[in-house]
């Protein structure tokens, strides 16, 4: 479903009409990404509704709005298939950049906010590129904590 916002304005005897619409997201969907290397670029897709004029959206970790520098939200679709909306993590650290992302979006019209995709980022199990010691083994538990296993 769609909510639409009409609004009449008139301009030297001649009448415009402008639409703002936002077609109301389907429940959100919740992805599984595993880390495996450092230093590689992840990039999380948000399924944005379609709007006009676009919403913004909003990026959190942990239920924290991203500020990290190494992420970035793309404002709109670009020629290399990137989305509007789209995170772009640089330089993957896996011992600080697994948790629960979101993104939302606010409904402009009446404020509703819809939160539009979920990505669970775990980082994965074995030897780890996060230490130069080889000897160390890593394994990545359900709430989020890693602990070594093996070496050291």
Known sequence: SSGINAEYKIFSQTAYLMVNYFTIPDAATTEKVTLTDNGDV????????????????????????????????FPGDNDNGITRG????????????????????????????????????????????INKSPSLVYKSHSDGEVSVVAGG
């Open 42 to 73: 992840e990039y999380l897709v948000c399924n944005t509704p379609e709007s006009y004029p676009e919403t913004d959206v909003v990026w959190t970790k942990n239920g924290d709005v991203i500020t990290d520098s190494r992420m970035f939200v």
């Open 86 to 129: 789209t995170l772009m993590i640089i330089n993957v650290q896996r011992t600080i950049d697994f948790g629960t992302y979101q993104c939302a979006t606010k409904e402009e019209y009446n404020g509703s906010i819809y939160v539009l995709s979920i990505f669970e980022v775990t980082i994965s199990n074995g030897p780890s590129t």
